[in-house]
Every structure is written in structure tokens, then in C-alpha cells.
């Protein structure tokens, strides 16, 4: 059974900056496309970035309104996302989600939450002073 795991972060000082890592047992992240998200209080999870199977290229996208501030990448088998200058409005539980292997992106990876077939829990980012 396909299982993600979220990892990093807790709370964090304005200005800081996080790396968030996404791993997975009974699979292997390079077959998957890989998505993060991010849910702030009392808001709907929103889209941040996505990043290609590796066999398709593994190119990240990004939502219009965070390229340049979030970064992915995969290393080791894991999945990170990375982000600096945090402010309080970067306070919610992120979650990393993933498709299934044999799923073929035309357009490049799913820029929507139904594009994904696991999810993990998420971790939770509070940034504070």
C-alpha cells in the first residue's frame, strides 16, 4: 500500500525558511507525479506546485501566483519543497500528494487535487515570532 509521509518544518520565525520533504513506502516517488499543497487556517487547500514523473521530463509547474518563491526538487528518492523570507501568511499544514504510475499527463503534471491518488497527512508550518 502506497503511503506519503510529510516531514519538516514546525514552527518557524518570520524571515526563516523551510524545506518540507515528501517520502513514500511501498512505492517509489520517481514513477509518480508529486503535488504540494497547502491548507492555511479555516481556508480550502490550495494548489502550489507540481512536479513531472521522471520518466516525462520531471519538470516542475507552478502556480502563477508562487513561481519564484517555492522551489521543488527530488533528491535521494524524496521530494522537497523549499521556501525562504516565510511571513505569517505562510502558517497552514502542508500536504504532499502523488498519481499513480501508470497515469500519462499530456499537459505536464495535474495542477488540481483530483489529479492525485494518495495523499499523506500533511505537516504543519506555523510561523511566528
Known amino acids: 500500500q502506497v503511503q506519503l509521509v510529510e516531514s519538516g518544518a514546525g514552527l518557524v520565525k518570520p524571515g526563516g525558511s523551510l524545506k518540507l520533504s515528501c517520502s513514500v513506502s511501498?512505492?517509489?516517488?520517481?514513477?509518480?507525479?508529486i503535488s504540494w499543497s497547502s491548507q492555511a487556517p479555516e481556508k480550502e487547500r490550495e494548489f502550489i506546485l507540481c512536479?513531472?514523473?521522471?520518466?516525462?521530463?520531471?519538470h516542475p509547474w507552478y502556480k502563477s501566483a508562487v513561481k519564484g518563491r517555492f522551489t521543488v526538487s527530488r533528491d535521494n528518492g524524496q521530494i522537497y519543497l523549499r521556501k525562504n523570507d516565510l511571513t505569517p501568511d505562510d502558517t497552514a499544514i502542508y500536504y504532499c500528494?502523488?498519481?499513480?504510475?501508470?497515469?500519462?499527463?499530456?499537459?505536464?503534471?495535474?495542477?488540481?487535487?483530483?489529479?492525485?491518488?494518495?495523499w499523506g497527512r500533511g505537516t504543519q508550518v506555523t510561523v511566528s515570532s
Open positions: 512536479i513531472d514523473k521522471v520518466r516525462d521530463g520531471g
Open positions: 500528494a502523488a498519481d499513480n504510475p501508470e497515469t500519462y499527463h499530456v499537459n505536464g503534471c495535474p495542477t488540481y487535487g483530483s489529479g492525485y491518488h494518495y
Open positions: 511501498g512505492s517509489t516517488l520517481a514513477a509518480r507525479a
